[in-house]
């Protein structure tokens, strides 16, 4: 077998599946492992994060950037300016650690707080409130940034 330099088997960006070896200089012993598994054994929470849009009276269209919660979360829109994300049993009681995020309305540029609240096992409920004075209303939320975490 020909030598192989580390840069050999470092090409590219790395998938969650892609596999790395681990070594215990203290026994020698071997282990090896996914990005994907290393991620979630290391964190207390399981976490989604993705950037929210939405327009007029149409459901907010989401742009996932990382999920571990083990399903697609579904977002709608259940009236004006109320946002919900569905996922069957992700939420359970005693376990969702709140996240509060900031945005700009779309429409106005006013500072928007967000925050991301339980409202079952299977449902959270996105509450925009515009801190600048104004008010809030569909078609606001551009590329707004929501993080939800679900302790283990």
């Known amino acids: ?13 790395p998938e969650s599946t892609d ?8 026994t ?3 282990e090896k492992a996914t990005l994907s598994t290393i991620g979630v054994a290391a964190q207390p929470y399981l976490e989604y994060a993705a950037t929210i849009s939405q327009t007029g009276t149409n459901d907010p269209v989401a742009t996932v950037q990382y999920n571990q919660l083990g399903g697609t979360v579904v977002w709608s829109r259940a009236g004006s300016a109320d946002f919900r994300a569905t996922l069957v049993g992700a939420f359970p ?6 996240i509060t995020t900031f945005a700009f309305d779309a429409q106005t540029s006013e500072p928007l707080l967000l925050t991301v ?18 008010t809030f209303g569909d078609g606001s939320l551009d590329n707004a940034s929501v993080v939800i975490r679900v302790a283990k």
């Open 28 to 30: 020698g012993s071997l």
């Open 19 to 26: 596999i790395s070896l681990f070594g215990d200089p203290t």
């Open 93 to 98: 009681a005693g376990k969702l650690v709140q």
């Open 117 to 134: 609240a339980r409202i079952s096992d299977d449902e959270l409920t996105l509450v925009p409130t515009d801190i600048g004075g104004g």
């Open 1 to 13: 077998m020909a030598n192989k330099k580390y840069s050999d088997f470092n090409a590219g960006t």
